[in-house]
């Protein structure tokens, strides 16, 4: 479904702020595989995502989705089959703009432009179910600016944006780290929800490594711009915090720098 072959990303190059965030790095998930990522401070985590997602052009490597080579694709046309959340809950909606008019835009996102009319009743409808499904109250308030939602409500309605057209993949760049822990733990719960009854191609950043062991069926470590550990479903069980802590720094040498990651 998705691979990742080889791809380097360098940031300034020729200056004495060369860095490198992607040394070949490559991955590969099949349909409906969802894969947590986890890794320290620059380990190469949310530039992956970003050169996945158009925003970055890589240096070398090539990038298939669904079997199509999507390498030299400029961002814009990757947003119409790649959805995302970001860290930011104040990204990815309109905010002076009501709920109801904010996922009619998601939901136009791959069909054809013209002449069409406005929202209509059975969008309505269909946005209210949608929103029920978020257990937050916001099916009986399609009509509020988002700009009112709380950070969690926000966050909600975005993933519910990115995913109500189903895209062949989704890219959640650390999308609980701003919220309460309360807050996150629900959003974190709607998100596994989703994917798993959508069977969502996903790759999900987060700080916490509780959550990367607990949800997905893989967790891969990145360091330095590579994935230096990949657990599948099977290695997963039974490993604990501690234990990645401790394999991080025998693969290393070094302890991980990431306070959120240690503290979660």
Known sequence: MLRVADICKTFNKGSINEKTALDNASLFLDKGEF??????????????????????????????????DITYTPEYKRSQYIGRVF????????????????????????????????????DVAFFKEK?????????????????SLSGGQRQALTLLMATIVKPKLLLLD???????????????RLTDEI??????????????????????DRTIMMHDGRIIMDLNGKDKQGVTVEWLIDQFSRKVGAQLDNDRMLLS
């Open 195 to 216: 994917v798993k009854e959508e069977k969502l191609c996903t790759i999900m950043i987060t700080h916490n490594m509780k959550a990367a062991l607990e949800y997905g």
């Open 174 to 188: 650390e999308h609980i780290a701003a919220l309460d822990p309360s807050i996150a733990k629900k959003v974190l």
């Open 87 to 122: 860290q930011d809950p104040l990204m990815g909606t309109a905010f002076d703009m009501t709920i109801e008019e904010n996922l009619a835009i998601a939901y136009a996102k791959g069909k054809p432009q013209g002449l069409r009319p406005g929202i209509t009743r059975d």
């Open 35 to 68: 894969v947590t990522v986890i890794g320290g401070n620059g380990a190469g985590k949310s530039t992956l995502i970003n050169c996945i997602a158009g925003v970055y052009e890589i240096d070398a490597g090539r990038i298939f989705l669904d079997g199509t």
């Open 131 to 147: 929103l029920a499904l978020l257990g937050l109250g916001l099916d009986d308030r399609v009509k509020e600016k988002v700009g």
